[in-house]
């Protein structure tokens, strides 16, 4: 399997404009997770989806941002319009199952720069 | 709420010297994971304990979940500069994940 595939892996943007990322889960995954890094931060949950279905969105920081899943094999992340404060890396995992603690197999990240 | 706290957040040791982080909840886990991310990389993980007292090895990483399954730690033993990177603990409890801030460790040769 090729693991979580994320894109872009870096995007560098301006204040206000638009930023989606993408994500690829690993195949059979029911469970699809957004975090986002940063230094001061840590590593924060933002939404995740089981079966497609939003279930915990409280980490969405604003309504700046939303997280969709159309189906099994995709998610997008929105951030609209960005701020500078939103640079970060954002990483999307993916795991098998939830609630017992199942691992949780993370893709490579975007880094976003907003100037 | 929540809260999963590691310490220390910092870890400079010579190479082939011993490592330990610690993870502390403020709350009884169901589970606890730990993660580890290269330098520039992404977390990966590592392994999962679930049992009070549970101790596992992988190597020369020893892993503890306490009897009050409330905390955690990693030991490593003789570093080597493949250890480099930062080690997350990931507590588990309502179906709800909470990430440690991490311990970067780093390696002087």
């Known amino acids: 399997d090729a693991g979580v595939i994320q894109s872009p892996r870096h995007e560098v943007t301006e204040m206000g404009q638009e930023v989606t990322l993408r994500c690829k889960p690993i195949s059979g995954h029911d469970y699809l997770f957004w975090y986002r890094q940063t230094m001061m931060r840590g590593l924060e949950l933002l939404i995740y989806f089981n079966n497609n279905v939003p279930i915990d969105d409280s980490g969405m920081p604003e309504d700046r941002f939303s997280a969709k899943m159309p189906n099994a094999s995709f998610s997008t992340l929105k951030i609209q319009p960005s701020e500078p404060r939103d640079s970060a890396v954002y990483f999307c995992?993916?795991?098998?199952?939830w609630g017992q603690g199942a691992p949780q197999y993370f893709g490579p990240g975007t880094r976003l720069l907003v100037l | 709420g929540q809260q999963v706290m590691q310490i220390p957040q910092y870890q400079h040791v010579q190479e082939g010297e011993d490592f330990t982080t610690y993870c502390n909840s403020s709350?009884?886990?169901?589970?606890i994971q730990w993660y580890k991310q290269r330098p520039g990389g992404h977390p990966v993980f590592l392994i999962q304990?679930?049992?009070?007292?549970e101790v596992k090895k992988q190597k020369r990483l020893t892993f503890q979940f306490g009897e009050a399954k409330k905390n955690s730690s990693l030991h490593i033993t003789a570093t080597q500069t493949t250890d480099v990177g930062t080690y997350f603990c990931?507590?588990?409890?309502?179906?709800?994940?909470?990430f440690g801030k991490g311990t970067r460790l780093h390696i002087l040769p």
């Open positions: 990931a507590g588990n409890r309502d179906d709800k994940i909470i």
């Open positions: 709350t009884t886990l169901s589970n």
């Open positions: 304990l679930v049992k009070s007292g």
């Open positions: 995992a993916s795991s098998l199952v």
